[in-house]
């Protein structure tokens, strides 16, 4: 009988600006690749290093206070790092991964803990939660946030956004709102879309979904902007989301101003059953899960669930 192995959940924060985006490509500076290059120096003597799997990839620029990820150990992995001198819980592989030289900068694992039976960072999950923050030309410009808001240069109103951000939740083909995969849906359901203006004059959006076909996010946040802008009507927006085709009535916004805040799953009961019917529901390997080359004339573009 083969020993199981032992699956570790890691919570990872970090500034997108100077990442090529969450998956791993050759020669380029990923999360996920500094990631795992620290789990191989921490696993060196153990095998083969472990890889990740994330709930969300996030593009290039985009950045993460919330993302999710796992990871499998084998039992002479995890035997191995228990006998680790400093200490080797699972809750301190976290602070062995922040200490490796590159880690203490724009990547962070905030915590690392046993995962859950039937846990799967990405499958498991039922829905994840962005924001994007946008300073008009009401609000300030704060250089010590340029890296993580978009600077624009007319005013917008925020109450328009709101009611163009209502019209579009529920159930719907996003095919409007999305790059287009062979083989993969643009069916999601928009549990949340709204707009504020906060007190220091920046607007923020929050979108949550089930999960987020690629370039989505951008893609409402630039829709409604156009609607705060007065270039788009609600009417027309909708006729848009409904028309299922791509438009140049707005513009996809910059990754700048988007951060993954957080991952939502449901209770421990209910992860392993909520995971194998998110992968009958995908298939058993959905375009966006297939390895492909990079698309080096547009190193910008990443294999991501925004």
Request: charged share 25%; net charge neutral.
């Amino acid at each position: 009988m083969v020993p199981e192995a032992t699956r570790i959940r890691l919570d990872i924060a970090y500034d997108g600006t100077d990442f090529r985006g969450w998956t791993r490509q050759p020669g380029l500076r990923t999360v996920q690749g500094e990631l795992e290059t620290a789990l191989a120096t921490v696993f060196s003597r153990d095998g083969a290093a472990p890889a990740l799997t994330v709930a969300g990839r996030t593009d290039a620029g985009v950045h993460a206070l919330g993302q999710v990820a796992h990871l499998d150990l084998t039992p002479a992995q995890f035997s191995g790092f228990s006998r680790a001198r400093n200490g080797g819980s699972v809750a301190r592989l976290a602070h062995r991964l922040n200490g490796i030289a590159g880690l203490d900068t724009d990547v962070v694992v905030t915590s690392s803990s046993l995962a859950p039976t039937g846990f799967d960072a990405r499958f498991s999950a039922v829905w994840r939660r962005y924001e994007y923050r946008v300073a008009d030309a009401r609000a300030p410009r704060n250089p010590l946030v340029r890296r993580g808001t978009l600077w624009y240069p007319r005013a917008l109103d925020a109450s328009l956004m709101e009611d163009a951000a209502a019209s579009l939740l529920g159930l719907h083909d996003w095919t409007s709102f999305c790059k287009a995969r062979d083989g993969s849906t643009s069916i999601r359901t928009l549990q949340e879309f709204g707009w504020s203006r906060q007190d220091d004059g920046i607007l923020v959006a929050r979108v949550r979904a089930d999960a987020f076909c690629h370039s989505m996010v951008r893609a409402l946040v630039g829709a409604t902007i156009a609607v705060g802008e007065g270039r788009l009507t609600l009417e027309r927006l909708v006729g848009i989301r409904d028309a299922l085709e791509r438009t140049s009535e707005f513009k996809v916004v910059p990754s700048k101003g988007l951060t993954l805040l957080e991952v939502g799953y449901p209770d421990d009961g209910e992860l392993a059953a909520r995971a194998e019917q998110t992968r009958a529901r995908r298939g058993p390997l959905e375009a966006a899960d297939r390895p492909r080359p990079f698309e080096r004339a547009h190193p910008n573009q990443q294999n991501y669930d925004e």
